[in-house]
């Protein structure tokens, strides 16, 4: 039977708004800090599209992801942009085979930088959620401790 489990973290980051969402949502750059993740999306392909809502993103999470698609040792998670508010709100639909639920990144402004709210509903097996979800919660908290270092240095 499929659960739904919600998932948030939450870092700030000393540097301002708009310079954490164009980092932020660089998906090509993801590959950089998220941990064990190639991140890319059609516009890697199509430099037509605009970055915003419909767009496609794709992120392969696994073994030696870098080797992605000749090595195939992992999950990959296909996505598509259903809110964009720029530089504020990207919300995601997880649709794909094995990973569904959606995603959101939120960023406010504070005094003395930002606040990255991270959050994702995940619907999966319960079993699986029993087991992967103390392993996601940890790579996600190490992959945003990762983004804030990159977009401080």
């Not at 800090?33 to 890319?40: C, D, G, P």
């Amino acid at each position: 039977m499929n659960k739904l489990s919600n998932l948030t973290l939450t870092i700030k980051i000393n540097k301002p708004v708009d310079e954490v969402w164009r980092s932020l949502v660089d998906w090509k750059g993801q590959s950089k800090w998220m941990l064990q993740t190639k991140v890319w999306s059609e516009l890697d392909q199509d430099r037509t599209v605009k970055n915003g809502k419909g767009v496609l993103i794709f992120a392969f999470t696994g073994i030696f992801p870098k080797l992605y698609p000749k090595l195939k040792l992992g999950i990959l998670d296909t996505m598509e942009v259903t809110n964009w508010k720029p530089p504020h709100i990207c919300e995601v639909m997880h649709i794909g085979r094995v990973i569904r639920g959606t995603g959101k990144f939120e960023l406010k402004k504070v005094r003395g930088g930002t606040i990255f709210y991270w959050q994702e509903e995940v619907i999966a097996p319960a079993l699986i959620l029993l087991f992967a979800k103390p392993a996601l919660l940890i790579g996600v908290w190490l992959s945003l401790r990762r983004f804030a270092r990159q977009v401080s240095a």
